[in-house]
């Protein structure tokens, strides 16, 4: 390991303005995996210093080890931009596409009156995923009130400020249809051109809050969601760290709730907890036997 941290060190400039060492970096690592379950790759060095940086020039700190004791000193806000900084947000309406119309039919199908459907996002990040299934929902049931309410969390907390606004620029929507773009978006005018809002129904169908995965006990109900989509999360997290996840998410789902996963996202370590029930979608393993 030592070996391979000096090769990489080796492999990037030398000159920093601020002081960071392999120590630093070997630390960083730890305490991300202790506070969001995301591993980091010797490749992310760089990634870490540049995105970092700024949190150093933003507290006038010279030295990485200095701003590293600082977030271990700090149980809040220091800790919760330490956590935003390293947090990747990669997303867009829709992404992976296949999903969508087997949550409506699903929707439809267990929607039998009485309350509401609940659906959580377990990685909101700047909205786009919540909205599309807000879409979904409204298109499932050929209204803008569907039954259907959705959670969306993350742990970072400056994407979720941002999901919750629900203001876009224009080329974010250009490869949705343009029906979708005139039912649910708003476009702007005036000081606001170039920029697009979804509309107030879709807003109203969703609860932004923030959530750690790694989080002991969510808070949740258990058996209440109709479907979870917990998608490109725990690519980042390793092995013990996706059961542990799965272990508090599995008994969440209703009976015949389905956990919606990414596309290179597998969960065979855990057929104890879920199993697979089409394409990269599961349910709880107690109830594999059921419908």
């Known amino acids: 390991m030592a070996e391979l941290l000096r090769d990489a060190r080796a492999r990037t400039v030398e000159d920093r303005a601020f002081a960071f060492d392999d120590r630093d970096f070997r630390r960083v690592c730890r305490m991300i995996h202790e506070r969001a379950g995301i591993n980091l790759g010797l490749h992310k060095r760089d990634m870490v210093y540049s995105r970092l940086v700024r949190r150093l020039r933003a507290r006038g700190i010279e030295r990485f080890s200095d701003y590293l004791d600082m977030v271990d000193s700090d149980g809040g806000d220091e800790a919760q931009h330490f956590v935003n900084a390293l ?96 039912r649910f978006f708003q476009r702007g005018s005036g000081a606001n051109a170039g920029l697009c809002r979804v509309r107030p129904e879709l807003r109203a169908l969703i609860e932004f809050r923030p959530l750690n995965l790694l989080d002991p006990d969510y808070g949740l109900k258990r058996g209440a969601y109709t479907a979870v989509f917990c998608r490109n999360v725990m690519i980042y997290f390793d092995k013990p760290t996706q059961y542990g996840v799965l272990q508090r998410m599995a008994p969440l789902l209703a009976d015949d709730g389905r956990l919606y996963a990414g596309h290179s996202e597998s969960f065979n370590h855990a057929a104890d907890l879920i199993s697979p029930c089409g394409r990269t979608v599961y349910r709880a393993a107690t109830r594999a036997g059921a419908g």
């Open 87 to 182: 947090t990747t947000n990669l997303t867009s309406f829709f992404r992976e596409a296949h999903h969508f119309p087997l949550l409506a039919a699903q929707l439809r199908e267990a929607h039998r009156g009485g309350p509401p459907l609940q659906v959580w996002c377990c990685a909101a990040s700047t909205g786009e995923e919540p909205y599309s299934l807000a879409i979904t929902a409204c298109e499932a049931f050929d209204t803008l009130t569907p039954p259907v309410r959705i959670l969306a969390t993350d742990i970072d907390t400056a994407v979720l400020q941002s999901a919750a606004r629900g203001v876009y620029p224009l080329e974010r929507i250009d490869a949705l249809e343009a029906a979708r773009k005139r």
